[in-house]
């Protein structure tokens, strides 16, 4: 698949993006019932509703891709490991933001190709913001469809350095390994928003000390990747998709500047 090719798919995958943004702004503005999956995350009548606009409308754009959403992850690995090029879709991402009402949720939509994300949208429904990413061939940012505004990361980080965390998975190990950073300010954020901050030039580290799906982060993935950053575990090597049974990730390490270890930093210092 050409990048002409992805550049087509991106501008169709954004209008399914804002569609499935808007059913879920059909709940968000009434009162809504919490119904508990099996992990005891909330789920929503706006995530089944997401879930839907997006199932149908790339059945349709490409009728011959696989998707694996976050509502119909019930797929053997047997079946998806021959899977070379798929959709990986969190159809409402920052459940508990939705429920806080902080406005804090996105709709993620990944193309995987050979295990890493070449394609990223991340919309934002109460903003109206679309952040989408085509690796290799940059990142943009546009607002109710709107002009686009090409997207990236700042490199060298700023001082302080702006390290980004989840306003709803506290973990009391982040103050721990940023003791070791330097001299930093610390943003919360919900959501995949904290991907996008750091594409947009607004952060400069997240890191992921604790458990994340792999529909949760493959969008953002594309994002930072198209925005010139990168995303490694605390090993060092790539975040990669679809490559074992379960879904979860490893914990891993969000920046733009490559010129500081950021994974040895913190894997040397794991005590």
Known sequence: MS????????TAVADIAVTAGQAILDVYQQDFDVVQKADKSPLTQADLASHRVIRDALARLTPDLP???EESADIAFTTRSSWSEYWLVDPL?????????NGEFTVNIAL???????LGLVHVPVSGVTYTGVVGAGATRQQNGGALEGIQVQVPCADPLRVVGSRSHANPRLQHYLERVGNYELI???SSLKFCLLAEGKADLYPRLGPTSE????????VVLAAGGR???LENRPLQYNRKESFLNPEFIVFGDSGRDWAALFRDHDD
Request: charged share 20%; glycine share 4%.
């Open 112 to 118: 995987v190709r050979n295990h890493e994300p070449v």
């Open 93 to 101: 991402d920052g459940t508990k933001e939705f429920i806080n009402r």
């Open 67 to 69: 998707l694996l959403s």
């Open 231 to 233: 995303i490694v575990t």
């Open 215 to 222: 529909w949760d982060t493959a969008a953002a993935h594309a």
């Open 3 to 10: 990048k002409q090719t992805l550049y087509r798919l991106a």
């Open 188 to 190: 919360s954020m919900g």
